[in-house]
């Protein structure tokens, strides 16, 4: 089971490849205890994102292949001086960013085309808040929306919270392309498609299985 950390930054005015620079020691520095899969998020548009971040802000991902290697790791960082001294940097009054907080989420489904690897990869995601007993309606209808990212060369992942408010989202949903291409493609699909006009029908009634919190397009910028 994929575990997710995802951590929030308020980039500073002028000081977004600083950021990069640190976020980069931070992989160095993370490489000493474990394998890194971690990659920095440019949001390039939203509102009401993750932490109340919107365009210009950037959120890392940090993948680990179970609970248990995340634990292992947390355990290694906290007596890794590397780490800490960029973590250390990052909470200061010098950095480039205000840390606006982490999440941690677990994956329960993945598909589609191979995830992207390179940076200039877009994701479109959305978080959503499921109504209780609807999951499965949402996920026939996830189902269709996968299918046609897939077509257009996307890989798609759904995660959820494993610590978070009860008023906030319970599924996050995101479509990965290896450029805007895919990603301009199924935004044509989502408005125009037949089959996913009809789908979309149940969650603009007066009782929808769900609704959207937040969405957003991120661009990866290093790994």
Not at 128 to 136: F, L, S, T
Request: a negative charge.
């Amino acid at each position: 089971m994929t575990i997710r950390r995802v951590d929030f930054a308020q980039v500073k005015a002028g000081r977004l490849q600083e950021y990069v620079e640190v976020f980069d020691d931070m992989k160095q520095a993370m490489s000493a205890v474990t394998t890194p899969m971690v990659r920095l998020m440019l949001i390039n548009h939203g509102e009401n994102g993750p932490a109340n971040l919107t365009t210009g802000h950037c959120y890392s991902v940090t993948d680990f292949e179970s609970a248990a290697k995340y634990g292992e790791f947390m355990n290694a960082a906290r007596e890794d001086e590397g780490i800490q001294k960029v973590w250390r940097h990052i909470h200061s009054a010098d950095s480039p960013v205000v840390h606006r907080g982490s999440g941690l989420l677990h994956q329960i489904d993945a598909g589609g085309a191979p995830a992207p690897g390179q940076d200039g990869s877009v994701s479109f995601v959305r978080a959503w808040k499921i109504a209780p007993g609807m999951m499965e309606v949402a996920r026939a209808a996830g189902a269709v929306m996968n299918k046609h990212a897939e077509d257009n060369g996307g890989h798609y992942q759904v995660m959820r919270p494993m610590v978070a408010p009860s008023s906030g989202p319970n599924v996050i949903v995101s479509f990965t392309f290896p450029d805007w291409a895919g990603l301009g493609a199924l935004l044509d699909e989502i408005n125009d498609n037949p089959e996913i006009q009809k789908v979309a029908e149940s969650f603009r009634s007066a009782t929808p299985p769900g609704v959207i919190l937040g969405a957003g397009i991120a661009t990866r910028i290093a790994s």
